[in-house]
């Protein structure tokens, strides 16, 4: 099965500094990487998204990058602003006959200090 | 719409107890999973249930079992409860057709088992 690893567990920044967080993947036919935000005592919420065929994408401050090749992805986000502060998770997912199948990694916590 | 909704949202058992966690949603989602949460160990897929009238087993299914009662409702039912089995737990949803794969995630149970 698949198995996702995500680096750092956690991240200290300032505020106005830029944060990335890596993941990589082990199966070769994940072709969906999600991204999800926690914060404090909540759900997880979908933050941005991308799929095999593209390289990267944006939305405000934060981007997604991803190399198939070395199956590994990351999540940028510039500016950070203390209402960044909480828990990233990555995950991969083959999708196959209409249902996708996620993969999580461990989390990042990542403290913008202000 | 209410989303993802899950009862009970805490719950303390005694080892060897039994019950049962609910989870609904009303946006017409055609999969929907059961993920623990447990701290430096990310979100772990339980079971999940590709579509109405199917489920599967995920990462982490023993001791656990799902029912699929329709396609808002998907349960988890714990037969005999066990201390490893104290943990957050998530019900999430997804549309997962028409190129959706958001999983949406409902508020969570927190389980302790004595």
């Known amino acids: 099965g698949e198995n996702v690893e995500q680096h750092p567990s956690t991240l200290s920044v300032q505020e106005g500094d830029s944060a990335v967080i890596k993941c990589t993947y082990s199966?070769?036919?994940?072709?969906?990487f999600p991204w999800y935000k926690q914060e404090l005592g909540k759900r997880p919420q979908l933050i941005i998204d991308?799929?095999?065929?593209?390289g990267e994408k944006k939305d405000q401050r934060i981007a997604v990058t991803l190399n198939k090749t070395a199956k590994h992805f990351s999540l940028h986000i510039t500016e950070t602003q203390p209402e960044d502060s909480a828990v990233y998770f990555c995950?991969?997912?083959?999708?196959?006959?209409?249902?996708?199948?996620?993969?999580f990694g461990t989390g990042t916590k990542l403290q913008v200090i202000p | 719409n209410a989303g993802v909704t899950q009862t009970p949202k805490f719950q303390v058992l005694k080892t060897g107890q039994s019950m049962t966690l609910q989870c609904a949603q009303d946006?017409?989602?055609?999969?929907m999973y059961w993920y623990r949460q447990d701290p430096g160990m990310g979100l772990r897929l339980i079971y999940y249930?590709?579509?109405?009238?199917?489920?599967d087993k995920g990462e982490v299914p023993n001791g656990y079992n799902v029912s699929r009662l329709n396609k808002r409702e998907f349960s988890l039912r714990l037969e005999s409860a066990a201390p490893s089995q104290t943990s957050v737990y998530f019900c999430?949803?997804?549309?997962?057709?028409?190129?959706?794969?958001?999983?949406?995630f409902g508020p969570g149970t927190r389980l302790t088992v004595t």
């Open positions: 999430a949803s997804s549309p997962s057709d028409r190129g959706s794969y958001e999983q949406y």
């Open positions: 199966d070769s036919a994940s072709n969906y």
């Open positions: 991308i799929r095999s065929n593209v």
């Open positions: 995950a991969a997912s083959p999708h196959s006959g209409g249902y996708q199948k996620v993969t």
């Open positions: 946006m017409n989602h055609n999969s």
């Open positions: 249930s590709a579509s109405e009238g199917t489920t």
